[in-house]
């Protein structure tokens, strides 16, 4: 594992875990993002990656594949092997890179990379019942970047911000229901 990436590796893994247990009967379920079920949050991972691997100028994004409807697992192996590839090549993490809503590092795109892949794992195995007690030190460490990083700015109502108000988290809950809770999320 490149110790540079490792974070998205982690993050990628453990979002694999979870679709891995998703069926066909669970693409039409809700999840914590509001105005999306399972199929839209899988599209939005895979296609996630894709766009943030376009964004530091390698690939290109994948439109608007529906890639519930096909083997997600084989599709989101392969934006993972692409995104960590590129985001592993010399000189990509210190290049600045022009987003639509700033302009950013390459090592912190990886960083929003990794929340987002991370959190809508998270968002996945909420919605179809599996434990949401992932990668607690991945947890941890993207909790402490997301406090660093997501500000009111970026705060709105579902579908209009990329993350919600942060909501209350029971005293017991673990790093990724934090994190979860932080972004937007009802833990």
Known sequence: MN???SRLDRAFASTRSVLAH???GHLGEPTPCAS?????????????AYWATASIGVGRESGDVDF??????ASYDECARIALAAFGAEGVLEAAVR?????????ELLGMAATDQFTHGWDLARAIGLPTDLDPEL??????MTQKTVTEA???PDGAAPFGPEL???????????????LGRAV
């Open 154 to 156: 970026y705060r709105g």
């Open 68 to 73: 519930g409807s096909g083997d997600f697992v």
């Open 99 to 107: 987003l639509p809503f700033g302009e950013f590092s390459g090592a």
């Open 22 to 24: 998703i069926r066909p």
């Open 168 to 182: 209350p988290v029971p005293a017991a809950a673990g790093p990724a229901d934090r994190l979860a809770a932080f």
């Open 139 to 144: 947890a941890d460490e993207l909790f402490a």
């Open 3 to 5: 110790p540079a990436t």
């Open 36 to 48: 999306w079920d399972v199929r839209a949050v899988v599209n939005h991972v895979i296609s996630s």
